[in-house]
């Protein structure tokens, strides 16, 4: 089963009745966010777990991948450039939900900080909704531009730690202010001395989101 992007997949050989695509951070792989696909698919045995390496070489860790450019670039030059990794994610999406005959409502996204805000602004632009979003330490890339854009309405799950030094706590505060002023409501939770990481209580409550909305 071949990807528009390098994947690591886990499927249990049950009949496919949902599809979760893992975004990586800034640097990371695909092999990193396996780590939290390889813990759900014990829980989720009809699910099948895609975790893509970003599209580009990671200018700061060669060894790793980036969803688009952070270094010395402007706002508009960050943006710009996270419209070509939308296009590759919404792809990537298009072909799972195709080569396993999956309606987009069966497929969801997970994202742990740059994957976060690739999945957010990727899931909330499309025209058709995926079924849900769940987002680890990250933050709307561009509030302006995602205002003006939204097209479809996935429940959402955003977490963060309250001592995260990489993307700063705030940015979880300033999302929940942008989904208020768009009357969209999102579920959110904060985790206590918690670094840029993912804890295993949001494993739990990420697990335990998924399953709510395969029902």
């Avoid at 960050?78 to 396993?100: C, G, H, Q, R, W």
Wanted: glycine share 6%.
């Amino acid at each position: 089963m071949n990807y528009s992007l390098n994947s690591i997949i886990f499927n249990s050989g049950s009949p496919i009745k949902n599809a979760v695509i893992l975004c990586h951070g800034y640097g990371g792989d695909g092999k990193d966010i396996s780590i939290v696909a390889h813990y759900w698919k014990n829980f989720l045995p009809d699910t099948l777990f895609i975790c893509p390496n970003a599209p580009e070489v990671c200018k700061v860790n060669p060894q790793g991948f980036q969803w688009f450019d952070l270094m010395d670039q402007t706002e508009d030059e960050i943006l710009s450039k996270s419209f070509i990794a939308e296009k590759k994610l919404n792809k990537l999406i298009d072909e799972v939900k195709e080569n396993n005959k999956l309606k987009i409502d069966q497929i969801s996204l997970v994202g742990f900080s740059q994957g976060c805000m690739i999945s957010l602004q990727t899931a909330l632009k499309r025209k058709d909704k995926i079924k849900c979003l769940i987002g680890y330490s990250g933050k709307i890339l561009n509030p302006n531009h995602l205002s003006k854009n939204i097209y479809s309405r996935p429940e959402i799950y955003l977490m963060h730690g309250d001592i995260d030094n990489v993307v700063p706590l705030n940015n979880l505060l300033e999302a929940k202010e942008f989904f208020s002023k768009q009357k969209y409501e999102i579920n959110t939770k904060i985790f206590k001395n918690c670094e840029h990481r993912i804890p295993t209580e949001g494993l739990s409550i990420g697990l335990e989101f998924l399953k709510k909305n395969f029902i």
